[in-house]
């Protein structure tokens, strides 16, 4: 039982992580209708820019966690961002008119180029960071002597993503930008006639998704205590899979489509295998799209003949 | 054998979420005959094409089809492609579906796929090059050219369908659901942005398809003089119910339509009518 | 007031100067950002484990100065070629020389292909390449079935090359039977496993379709890397025995080859053999699906890709519309991943990743889908700049990435940019790309 507890708490800030790299894919799939494949080495973009940042930081001669931390927050969520603005102009938007295959085919290839440019910029070795946020709290010990933790860091990656999303979701339902991005996902054309300007919206809707990515890319260094250059890859179709799940298009659905993957790969890990459990992610994305496309909160779509 | 009936909707009913679309219709379509479903705008009439023609599953109701040979066919209960395979119901599209990257040719090549997939031995046969493939192939040409000939498109046999003009797109869509050889022809709108002189010529073809084919013809239409001209039967509807069915002329006196299509209430289009003739 | 309207003209046209660099040193400044941490600044993992780093500032100098230069180069040439693009630049003798190429292109490169071994003989490293281009031809061929033909976006073809190449391979070792043998067996499982992919994504579209497939090919992967007792896992399988000429080994011995013709033994004669064995293999590719476009399996899958709805509706079954395409996609992987496992004589689960798949499909979007020769084409100029890089190993994928992109800006639709229809009554014109669907799946 306390096993299951720890699993069950390992298993949500995971699916926190993955939550906000999912929201950044559904929000781009609702508004211009692509999968940007590109979306989950942006993460581990994120990823490197926060670790750098740290390194800097602390050879700098700060000491104060806290500040630390915001320094880190913030420029890798404001770099990071301009990472997904740069690309959504260089390879997606001139192809936005073009037909359905070329931006996928754009993001397939500005991924590879993600992944080379860190793996040629900082080598091809896992960068480990020491334990940053250290300590926790204990929760119950068992009498066979089985300890439920909640580490700082879960508590912080979790408190995080609450403020995020609180953030997050009064900005898409409460100010002008949250509703033109509303507009777009409806019908680009008629906003466009209204006023609202397309690709600045666009733009904004790419530079969030960045900028929740690399706070998951941040979370992730401090969780895990390393980066690779390879990390998005596998990051990102969990990230997908868990935005399908939700129900492509919808922010709480992709929240809570993190969750319940974040869940499914801990306890998969933990009862039956840990060399499978990119296989069980993968396999959750083939049956739900088979069987529920619309995923959890999603709309039915009826097709029109 | 005039007078049978071909196509049997019994009770329709479709509801999508909370909204029904179709509620309770019934009527009947005549064999060899041109069966018109009229209405305004949002009736339903295009709902209860897909109904037939398989697009749609229907809520309830029933949907029979009758061959020559007396064998009935559940439509209600079929697959959209086993509809036009077994069933040799044939449909047209609103917004034009043809093939564009194709020539007219090869649009009308894809209709005959199954009698040709049989003749090639389901690929195996033809892949080795066996004569009874090359007949059925000729063949099958001779059926297209045949249907090119009727709708005056025989010198763009070879062009893409994408790029022929509105009205020729229209008349190849009608050829190639006529490919099929099929037994009843649902069209939907095919005189849409047709002007007067394609609509004439579409209505001389529907009437030769009628006449000379002996098929059945069910179309939605919104071009009153096509309805008017070439139909046998008519079957108004509006707001997913039947309010009106009979020949031409029954219909176009009745009350009930004329107060459908302007948007009165009945009594009034009633003295409006009487007070005018 | 037609003098001052003059002006503005003059003006726009050139876009003046201030405003060039201005753009460029925006761009710039945007570069600088981007790169200076992962360029400035580079860390790497101490012998201890502790993470160090040190900068790089010349670097990040020098690459923002290729930024600022690049973008003014790029601007002055938007200006040049103008809004109509390339094709102004390109006089139309030209262009009708290179269509008359056209026409004779693909039987010459055919005599080519016959006489290449014959030609660089003794140059193993061109035999080397020309054997890998020729088995990403027919991978190429055989993905345009599914991609091409039928506008099913396929990303995880490597799948289907891993089972035929790991079929092959256990096969040979566990049973010790011959190329021969297997060679069908392997395309006949990769059809199943093409039938078995098939079913699950029947219903999805375009981008889902994609996805789903790019994780399939993911799940054969792991499932290979971690089904050692099967498969070997990351070690894979090696002495994967080398093809024999029907029977008789090519190899040194009395009763190998070179004994039997009573010629010297060189190991040349292995590539020899291997080379016009992979021709041979996509040879047949390409002969049966020229013969199935014109047959009416071939014809539904291109009506597939212009409108399913339509086809439905026409009595098509479009689940075994699909399913077959597929199937014999997935067979021609088999070969091809059969064809690959005796010619390394060791395979592993790095040959089979996601870039594989990406590459493959690169070669067929690139060749402009549907069309034969332009997949050649596009394979020979892909995995040519790919051995011309060989160099710059690192930088390889990155090139790569790279040139998918600015591809699909400049061209999406491929080289050859039209479409040959496979029944015509007078006259077989080419169909403008504009007018092909791409398919949604």
């Not at chain 1, 979701?169 to 397309?198: F, I, K, N, P």
Request: contains cysteine; charged residues 15%.
């Amino acid at each position: 039982m306390d096993y299951f507890a720890q699993q069950l708490i390992n298993g949500l800030v995971l699916g926190s992580i993955y939550g906000l790299i999912a929201i950044g894919y559904t929000m781009v799939y609702g508004i211009v209708g692509m999968i940007n494949f590109a979306h989950g080495d942006i993460f581990m973009i994120g990823g490197f820019i926060a670790l750098i940042t740290f390194l800097i930081l602390v050879s700098l001669g700060l000491t104060a966690i806290p500040v630390i931390l915001l320094v880190v927050l913030l420029v890798s969520m404001a770099i990071t961002a301009l990472y997904g603005w740069t690309i959504e102009r260089i390879a997606y938007r001139p192809l936005r008119h073009s037909f359905r295959l070329a931006p996928m085919l754009s993001a397939i290839g500005m991924s590879f180029v993600l992944t080379n440019y860190s793996q040629v910029a900082q080598g091809a070795r896992v960068k480990p960071i020491p334990p940053f946020i250290p300590g926790g709290h204990t929760l119950h010990e068992s009498p066979d002597g089985f300890v439920i933790q909640l580490s700082n860091i879960q508590i912080m990656v979790v408190l995080t993503t609450i403020v995020l999303l609180g953030i997050f979701t009064w900005l898409v339902s409460r100010t002008r930008l949250g509703r033109d991005m509303r507009a777009c996902e409806q019908d680009q054309t008629m906003a466009a006639l209204l006023g609202v300007d397309v690709d600045r919206t666009i733009s904004m809707t790419f530079v969030i998704g960045a900028a929740l990515a690399a706070v998951a890319g941040l979370m992730y260094l401090l969780y895990y205590g390393l980066v690779d250059f390879f990390m998005g890859f596998v990051a990102g179709i969990k990230a997908f899979t868990a935005a399908v799940l939700g129900g492509i298009g919808s922010l709480p659905g992709a929240m809570l489509g993190g969750l319940a993957i974040g869940l499914i790969e801990t306890f998969w890990s933990a009862y039956f295998s840990v060399e499978y459990k990119d296989v069980a992610a993968f396999s959750i994305l083939i049956v739900v799209l088979i069987f529920m496309p619309t995923g959890l909160l999603g709309r039915p779509e009826v097709e029109k003949v | 054998m005039s007078g049978e009936t071909i196509l049997s909707v019994d009770r329709l009913t479709m509801r999508f979420g909370g909204i029904v679309a179709v509620q309770d219709l019934s009527f009947a379509a005549e064999r060899k005959k041109i069966t018109a479903l009229i209405g305004p705008n949002g009736a339903g009439k295009t709902t209860v094409f897909n109904c037939i023609t398989g697009f749609y599953k229907p809520s309830g109701g029933a949907i029979r089809l009758t061959h020559d040979d007396g064998r009935q066919i559940a439509l209600e209960r079929l697959n959209d492609f086993r509809i036009a395979k077994q069933a040799k119901v044939a449909r047209t599209f609103q917004n034009i579906r043809l093939f564009p990257g194709m020539t007219a040719l090869e649009n009308l090549m894809v209709a005959q796929h199954n009698t040709l997939m049989r003749a090639s031995g389901f690929t195996f046969l033809g892949l080795i090059g066996v004569p009874t493939y090359r007949d059925a192939e000729k063949q099958a040409i001779a059926l297209a050219t045949d249907w090119l000939k009727r709708i005056n498109l025989l010198d763009r046999a070879d062009d893409a369908a994408g790029n022929l003009a509105y009205g020729d797109q229209r008349r190849l869509e009608i050829a190639r659901a006529m490919c099929t050889e099929p037994a009843l022809l649902c069209l939907d709108e095919p005189a849409a942005g047709l002007n007067a002189r394609e609509s004439a010529a579409l209505s001389e073809l529907l009437q030769s398809i009628r006449n000379e084919l002996g098929t059945s013809i069910l179309l939605i239409e919104h071009d009153m003089s096509v309805v008017m001209e070439i139909s046998d039967h008519i079957v108004v509807m509006d707001h997913g119910v039947k309010i009106a069915q009979g020949t031409p002329q029954e219909v176009r006196d009745d009350p009930k339509v004329i107060a459908a299509y302007l948007g009165t209430d009945e009594d009034e289009a009633a003295a409006v009518m009487e007070s005018g003739s | 007031m037609t003098s001052s309207s003059h002006e503005t003209t003059t003006a726009s046209r050139t876009t003046g100067i201030p405003a060039l660099l201005k753009t460029a040193f925006i761009n710039a400044l945007i570069a600088l950002v981007l790169f200076s941490l992962m360029i400035g600044i580079r860390t790497e993992a101490g012998s201890d484990g502790q993470l160090t780093y040190w900068t790089r500032f010349g670097d990040l100098a020098s690459i923002v100065a290729a930024v600022f230069g690049g973008s003014i180069v790029i601007d002055l040439l938007r200006q040049w070629i103008g809004p109509t693009g390339a094709e102004k630049l390109v006089p139309a003798s030209v262009q009708s020389g290179m269509s008359f190429i056209g026409r004779y292109l693909a039987p010459a490169l055919l005599i080519f292909a016959l006489l290449v071994p014959v030609i660089f003989y003794n140059q193993r490293y061109i035999l080397d390449l020309a054997i890998l281009v020729l088995t990403y031809v027919m991978l190429g061929w055989g993905l345009n079935v599914v991609v091409g033909l039928a506008g099913l976006l396929d990303l995880g073809y490597v799948a289907f090359y891993a089972v035929g190449a790991y079929s092959y391979a256990l096969l040979a070792t566990n049973f010790g039977w011959s190329f021969w043998v297997c060679l069908p067996l392997a395309g006949i499982l990769a059809a199943f496993w093409g039938v078995l992919l098939g079913f699950p994504v029947l219903r999805l579209r375009g981008d889902y379709l994609a996805i789903v497939t790019l994780a399939f090919g993911e799940i054969i992967r792991l499932v290979i890397i971690n089904w050692q007792d099967l498969t070997g896992g990351p070690n894979g399988v090696s002495g994967i025995p080398r093809p024999s000429f029907f029977g008789i080994p090519l190899d040194n011995s009395d009763d190998g080859l070179a004994a039997k013709l009573g010629i010297e033994y060189s190991p040349t004669h292995r590539i020899v053999f291997l080379f016009y064995l992979i021709l041979a293999l996509a040879l047949l590719t390409n002969w049966v699906t020229i013969r199935l476009r014109r047959l009416p399996i071939g014809r539904a899958w291109e009506a597939l890709r212009e409108d399913e709805v339509a086809c439905r509706a026409l009595g098509i079954n479009t689940t075994t519309t699909k399913l077959t395409a597929f199937a014999t996609g997935a067979m021609f992987g088999g070969f091809a991943g059969a064809f690959f496992a005796t010619r390394q004589g060791f395979i592993s689960p790095e040959s089979f990743t996601f870039q594989e798949s990406a590459l493959v499909l690169a070669i067929v979007v690139l060749g402009g889908m549907g069309s034969q020769l332009g997949v050649a084409l596009a394979a020979l100029t892909m995995i040519g700049g790919f051995e011309l890089f060989r160099s710059l190993e690192t930088y390889r994928m990155l090139v790569f990435g790279m040139a998918m992109v600015l591809i699909m800006i400049w061209r999406p639709r491929g080289i050859i940019g039209h479409r040959a229809p496979t029944v015509f009554l007078t006259k077989a014109q080419a169909i403008s790309s504009d007018l092909v669907k791409e398919g949604h799946g």
